[in-house]
């Protein structure tokens, strides 16, 4: 299964650690490090030609991580994975 992220940007399902809110996550000092630790290493890609709103936050294997900067809500984005992952139970099952 995929996860579309906007302007015809789509993640394998299974490469998904964790969707967050841009606002309420990047609060922590922490998490606003992390980012700027991932840009500067080249693990950022902004698929959003808007406001950015969540980053999405995938495992590679030849890197480590991969961020995604989307311009769609994490609540969006969820109900998109919850959506897929009740489509590939259905085709399964």
Same mark, same amino acid.
């Given at each position: +299964?995929? !996860? *579309?992220?906007?302007q015809?940007?789509?993640?394998p399902?299974? @490469? ?5 809110d841009?606002? #309420?996550a990047s609060?922590? *000092?922490?998490?606003?490090a992390f980012? /700027?630790?991932?840009e500067?290493?080249g693990h950022?890609? #902004?698929?959003? =030609?808007?406001?950015p ?8 294997? =030849? @890197?480590?991580?991969?961020?995604y900067?989307?311009? !769609?809500s ?5 109900? /998109?994975?919850? @959506?897929?992952? +009740?489509?590939? #139970?259905?085709?399964?099952?």
């Amino acid at each position: +299964m995929y !996860l *579309h992220l906007g302007q015809s940007v789509v993640i394998p399902f299974r @490469d998904v650690v964790g969707i967050f809110d841009l606002d #309420n996550a990047s609060f922590s *000092h922490r998490t606003r490090a992390f980012l /700027r630790q991932a840009e500067e290493r080249g693990h950022v890609i #902004n698929v959003s =030609e808007e406001l950015p709103k969540s980053f999405v936050l995938c495992k590679t294997k =030849e @890197d480590g991580v991969q961020v995604y900067i989307s311009q !769609l809500s994490s609540a969006t984005l969820l109900r /998109r994975a919850e @959506d897929s992952q +009740m489509e590939g #139970n259905f085709l399964l099952g």
